[in-house]
């Protein structure tokens, strides 16, 4: 069994853990330790297809999950997020266990009937990572500090329980009120899992740390806790786990770096969903000098500025494009006179027909009409594909004309697409191009070299804008966040000394 496990929790959503437990992973991979991530039960609809151990076939896990396995330098199975939990819409979250899908469920349906099953699945999986690493790190999801859950506290307080880990407390001090949110959830927390806790950590912290240093020494003789480290506010890059991270529905907001002039800037849209999923699709894009990501509220007119709109996953297509509909977008999507570029859901909304609309969607509906801007038809199912995909391409039309080359992702949907006439088919039988629209379903297309450096050239030939000159190469986000741990936290209070990786 692992030596040491460490869980990584907070005072509430989105103060930095899967930053954290990233960073800590790939802080013990530079040391030659044997570490493995690993997140009980994880809610979101940002998921990467992954091996199953106990399948010997594919399954899905959070993004966070697989990006720090990635930071461990190991491959990423379903172990490492035994429980996934999918919102679509209306109290219904889709179950993943192991990595493949049992059913939608309301929240009280799951906590009355599957949770116990969830819990024992978590812990066999923690067990089967442990037998094989050394150190074990641990996210939890949301805040500790929820009284009203404690019983049944997978992530945080179960995990805490079932892995008797070294636990550290996190809180965002951007939010503000750190300090009595650190005191209050230590007091609020189990007897026996507070005493599990060996210290503290402020994120994103702007200013000199000497100012917080009287609040800090009061803190620790209140607690009798360390405080092991202030981390500035520094967003290495990491890809987001959930929609926390974007905008509200409705608002506007834009990504990617302010300093290019606007002849040499590509705007890309990417429609906000109400169930959007596996947006980190675009991250690659908006890190690339010269492009920037707008995410397009339903509620408005599409900008004049937009070179290129991507219709995104989600996790209700059929709900969306209802959403869309109710909006009129739907007509403003079809009167844009550039590149469509529509991703698994998008994919699927861009078509002539949805058939079996009620497999997918929380209506009745067994047919819904799509945009029209590809003839295909998308037929829902109950079972479900998850896979990667890995394939050689020589595109000589369309908006990837001049790709060459080996291409890698990964698929994730009920759906099955197929097409009514005759199409250019890009990205193998998972895609369906015609008049600048192209429709696919692979995710992590971007992050293929070849696959976005030609969409990039691509649009800037077809806006007549010049590319700026490409800056130097930057630092993996994974380093960043692993150099943010080791110049800002006490790390000899967290980590074990003179490991060696397990063979």
Not at 212 to 234: A, H, Q, R, S
Not at 304 to 317: A, E, Q, R, S
Not at 396 to 409: A, F, T
């Amino acid at each position: 069994m692992a030596s040491q496990t460490v869980l990584v929790v907070a005072t509430s959503s989105h103060a930095g853990k899967s930053t954290v437990v990233a960073g800590l992973c790939r802080v013990l991979n530079r040391r030659k330790v044997s570490v493995a991530p690993y997140k009980a039960q994880n809610m979101s609809n940002n998921a990467r297809a992954v091996p199953s151990p106990n399948s010997n076939g594919w399954g899905e896990i959070g993004i966070s999950q697989y990006v720090q396995a990635r930071a461990a330098g190991i491959p990423p199975n379903t172990d490492m997020n035994p429980v996934l939990l999918k919102p679509r819409g209306d109290g219904e979250s889709q179950l993943i266990l192991d990595g493949e899908a049992v059913d939608h469920y309301e929240a009280t349906k799951y906590y009355d009937n599957y949770w116990h099953t969830a819990r024992k699945t978590a812990e066999k999986a923690y067990k089967r990572l442990a037998s094989k690493h050394d150190v074990i790190i641990c996210e939890g999801a949301g805040s500790i500090g929820e009284i009203n859950l404690h019983h049944r506290d997978l992530a945080n307080i179960e995990t805490a329980r079932f892995t008797d880990a070294d636990i550290l407390l996190i809180s965002d001090i951007e939010r503000g009120g750190a300090f009595a949110s650190l005191y209050g959830t230590i007091e609020l927390m189990p007897e026996d899992v507070r005493q599990k806790v060996i210290g503290f950590i402020i994120t994103k912290f702007r200013g000199q740390r000497e100012i917080l240093e009287p609040g800090i020494k009061e803190l620790e003789e209140l607690t009798d806790i360390p405080v092991l480290g202030v981390i500035p506010y520094e967003d290495p890059g990491l890809p987001e786990e959930d929609s926390v991270s974007l905008p509200p529905i409705g608002e506007k907001t834009v990504f990617g770096e302010d300093d290019t002039k606007p002849s040499e800037t590509i705007n890309i849209g990417v429609v906000r969903l109400p169930r959007i999923s596996n947006f980190t699709d675009f991250q690659p894009l908006t890190q690339t000098p010269g492009i920037k990501t707008t995410y397009l509220p339903l509620n408005q007119k599409i900008p004049n500025n937009i070179d290129l709109i991507i219709l995104p996953g989600t996790k209700n297509t059929v709900n969306d494009l209802k959403a869309l509909k109710k909006t009129g977008l739907d007509k403003e999507i079809k009167k844009f006179n550039g590149p469509i570029i529509g991703i698994c859901g998008g994919y699927q909304m861009l078509g002539e027909t949805i058939i079996n609309a009620d497999i997918e969607g929380t209506g009745s509906e067994k047919e819904i009409e799509g945009l029209k801007l590809l003839p295909t038809e998308t037929e829902f199912r109950l079972d479900k594909k998850v896979k990667e995909v890995n394939f050689k391409i020589k595109i000589d039309k369309g908006l990837l004309k001049g790709s060459e080359g080996m291409v890698r992702g990964y698929e994730i949907h009920m759906g099955r697409t197929k097409h009514l006439n005759n199409l250019n088919q890009p990205l193998e039988k998972g895609s369906a191009e015609q008049n600048m629209v192209l429709g696919t379903y692979i995710h992590g297309l971007f992050e293929n070299q070849v696959i976005k450096n030609t969409l990039i050239n691509q649009l800037y030939t077809i806006s007549g804008k010049t590319k700026p000159t490409q800056n130097q190469q930057k630092d993996s986000p994974i380093d960043k966040a692993a150099d943010l741990i080791e110049q800002n936290i006490n790390l000899d209070k967290i980590l074990p000394k003179n490991k060696t990786t397990k063979t």
